[in-house]
């Protein structure tokens, strides 16, 4: 099994900025995959971004809501993903998650594990 461990949470002012970690531990080998999904009270888990990979070429996709503004990253020698949150809004308020797996995707059920996630305040 792997383990997930969010961290970079907070409160910031619209505008402001945050960088979320994740880190992995454990069976990670068949990782292929890892992503960020956010929620809200009421709402389904949103996918926000996720990166994949095979060898040396990675692949990066994004929710039309965070294009332009958030970066998802990844150091394999520190078997950590980061989400670099840019001029953050209103809307983008949530406890962000991360996720892995053999696939990834946009789907939440295409991921293996998940962490226990990350509180994101915005201040208007």
């Known amino acids: 099994q792997a383990q997930l461990v969010e961290s970079g949470g907070g409160l910031v002012q619209a505008g402001g900025s945050l960088r979320l970690s994740c880190a992995a531990s454990?069976?990670?080998?068949?990782?292929?995959?890892m992503g960020w999904f956010r929620q809200t009270p009421g709402k389904e888990r949103e996918f926000v971004a996720a990166?994949?990979?095979?060898?040396?070429?990675?692949?990066?996709s994004y929710a039309d809501s965070v294009k332009g503004r958030f970066t998802i990253s990844i150091d394999k020698a520190r078997n950590t993903m980061f989400l670099q949150m840019n001029n953050l809004k209103p809307e983008d308020p949530a406890v962000y998650y991360c996720?892995?797996?053999?696939?990834?995707?946009?789907?939440?059920?295409?991921?293996?594990?998940w962490g226990k996630g990350t509180q994101v305040t915005v201040s208007s």
């Open positions: 990166l994949r990979w095979s060898g040396a070429v990675s692949y990066s």
């Open positions: 996720a892995a797996g053999p696939r990834g995707g946009y789907r939440a059920p295409a991921y293996e594990y």
């Open positions: 454990g069976r990670t080998s068949s990782t292929n995959a």
